[in-house]
């Protein structure tokens, strides 16, 4: 009842021109509890979307950038855009995949293949970071071949041919 008492204060503290309206959308994070709900093949197509929006974003910078001053807010909102795109990809890497996917093996299991997953993960997050950096478009390109790379050492043969034929035309 008190915990009740204390929600209920806190929240008639909450300016009322604060609404949902007005709030960041939250990052895109599973609830890392034991729920048993994993959507593998939706984090692969989220981060498939993140990186075509990162090379949109390196596009529409490069093109804006010789035009002139009228296009600084554009350029501005692109380069934000893009960043935060590569940040969403290195933190479902984190969040999802290390955290909670990727598991150690166990003492007669697949070390060789867990070690792979781990060396793809790591350069996925690298490659995100290069995306921040620059406007190379090698990096996207980078990101996409490693998670696809990573995909066929985590899905089976049918979820795999889904996988690849959904993201064949962004390579």
Same mark, same amino acid.
């Given at each position: 009842?008190?915990?009740?008492?204390? !929600?209920?204060?806190?929240?008639?503290?909450?300016?009322?021109? !604060?609404?949902?309206?007005?709030?960041?959308?939250?990052?895109?994070?599973?609830?890392?509890?034991?729920?048993?709900?994993?959507?593998?093949?939706?984090?692969?197509?989220?981060?498939?979307? *993140?990186?075509?929006?990162?090379?949109?974003?390196?596009?529409?910078? %490069?093109?804006?950038?010789?035009?002139?001053?009228?296009?600084?807010?554009?350029? !501005?909102?692109?380069?934000?855009?893009?960043? @935060?795109? $590569?940040?969403?990809?290195?933190?479902?890497?984190?969040?999802?995949?290390?955290?909670?996917?990727?598991?150690?093996? %166990?003492?007669?299991?697949?070390?060789?293949?867990?070690?792979?997953?781990?060396?793809?993960?790591?350069?996925?997050?690298?490659? $995100?970071?290069?995306?921040?950096?620059?406007? *190379?478009?090698?990096?996207?390109?980078?990101?996409?071949?490693? !998670?696809?790379?990573?995909?066929?050492?985590?899905?089976?043969? @049918?979820?795999?041919?889904?996988? @690849?034929?959904?993201?064949? *035309?962004?390579?």
């Amino acid at each position: 009842m008190i915990f009740r008492s204390i !929600v209920a204060a806190a929240l008639l503290t909450v300016p009322a021109a !604060v609404s949902s309206h007005t709030m960041p959308a939250a990052p895109r994070r599973h609830c890392q509890v034991p729920c048993g709900i994993y959507g593998d093949k939706i984090r692969i197509d989220l981060l498939m979307e *993140d990186v075509a929006t990162i090379a949109k974003g390196m596009d529409q910078i %490069k093109k804006l950038g010789g035009a002139g001053a009228l296009n600084y807010n554009q350029i !501005v909102r692109w380069i934000t855009t893009k960043d @935060e795109h $590569a940040t969403k990809i290195q933190r479902m890497v984190a969040d999802y995949w290390l955290a909670q996917r990727i598991k150690a093996p %166990k003492p007669n299991g697949d070390r060789a293949k867990y070690l792979k997953q781990l060396e793809l993960m790591h350069g996925i997050t690298v490659a $995100a970071m290069k995306c921040k950096q620059t406007l *190379d478009p090698m990096w996207p390109k980078k990101v996409r071949s490693l !998670v696809l790379a990573f995909s066929k050492t985590y899905f089976d043969k @049918e979820m795999l041919e889904h996988i @690849e034929s959904h993201h064949k *035309d962004h390579k």
